[in-house]
């Protein structure tokens, strides 16, 4: 079970590392200087998402973590070759998936197909990492309604009580994988457009409840700024999380005594 704490740092490995050797070393390093660290770091400090046939493997190594899968299946129960289903992905250890990445949408995931994932996830629980964001801005500001529209379709088929194992990420695709991120205040007003919808499915209270995440070329320069002026809860890391050295930089960043 997730006890979550604020900010909550997510590792994205996607197709890396190569090996389960080199996952379970990577883990045990990260341990290592996360218990070293002259920073306050929390007991529970971050999510990785691996490779799901990593995961029974890292999971023994990862006591300051929680580690998750970077998709699932919302298919049911039955004859879905090569599909994993949210029950399978806890049964075998994950704390949490990812779903709607913009790299899986990319290969032709649609708003049904994810929305049915997200529903199933979190039926049984399942901690649920669900991103959105734009591929590109146009000065009138409709990315910001179509924002709100895809939040609104996305979460149509679940109940709000169920919020409470929501966390979503604001990643605009354009500053995935690149070499500019988003800045403070853009990631700000995508925010407010990803509460809004919320609480117009939820209300107020229930959409209080979702913390939300910042992915897109985070690094350790730019991780404190989204924390502290981008209105997010947490951060969703991809390439600075595939090297220790890269990912524990952002947390002692995040985790700077002042
Ligand atoms: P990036 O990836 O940090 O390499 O931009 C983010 C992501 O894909 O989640």
Redesign the pocket.
């Known amino acids: 079970m997730i006890k979550r704490t604020s900010p909550i740092i997510v590792g994205?490995w996607?197709s890396t590392p190569r090996t389960k050797e080199e996952g379970i070393k990577f883990i045990k390093q990260l341990e290592k200087k996360i218990a070293t660290s002259k920073n306050k770091i929390p007991k529970k400090a971050y999510f990785i998402a691996a490779p799901d046939i990593f995961i029974p493997h890292l999971i023994p190594h990862a006591k300051r973590g929680y580690i998750g899968a970077e998709n699932v299946s919302g298919l049911e129960l039955g004859q879905h070759t090569g599909m994993e289903i949210p029950s399978q992905l806890q049964s075998g250890g994950a704390d949490f998936t990812i779903i709607g990445?913009?790299?899986v949408r990319k290969l032709g995931e649609t708003v049904e197909a994810r929305a049915q994932k997200v529903a199933n996830a979190l039926h049984i629980k399942l901690t649920t990492i669900l991103?959105f964001g734009e591929h590109k801005r146009d000065k009138e500001g409709k990315y910001l309604e179509e924002l709100e529209n895809d939040v609104k379709n996305t979460l149509s088929l679940v109940k709000r009580e169920l919020f409470s194992n929501l966390i979503v990420?604001y990643?605009p695709v354009w500053?995935?994988?690149?070499a500019v991120p988003a800045t403070a205040s853009e990631c700000f007003e995508a925010v407010i457009a990803i509460r809004r919808a919320l609480a117009s499915l939820g209300g107020i209270d229930y959409a209080k409840k979702v913390q939300i995440l910042y992915?897109?070329?985070?690094s350790k320069d730019n991780a404190k700024a989204f924390l502290e002026e981008g209105g997010v809860d947490g951060l969703?890391?991809?390439?600075?999380?595939q090297e220790v050295s890269t990912f524990v930089d952002i947390l002692n960043a995040v985790y700077t005594q002042k």
């Open positions: 994205n996607k990445h913009s790299e991103c990420a990643e500053a995935i994988g690149g992915g897109g070329t985070v969703l890391i991809g390439r600075s999380s």
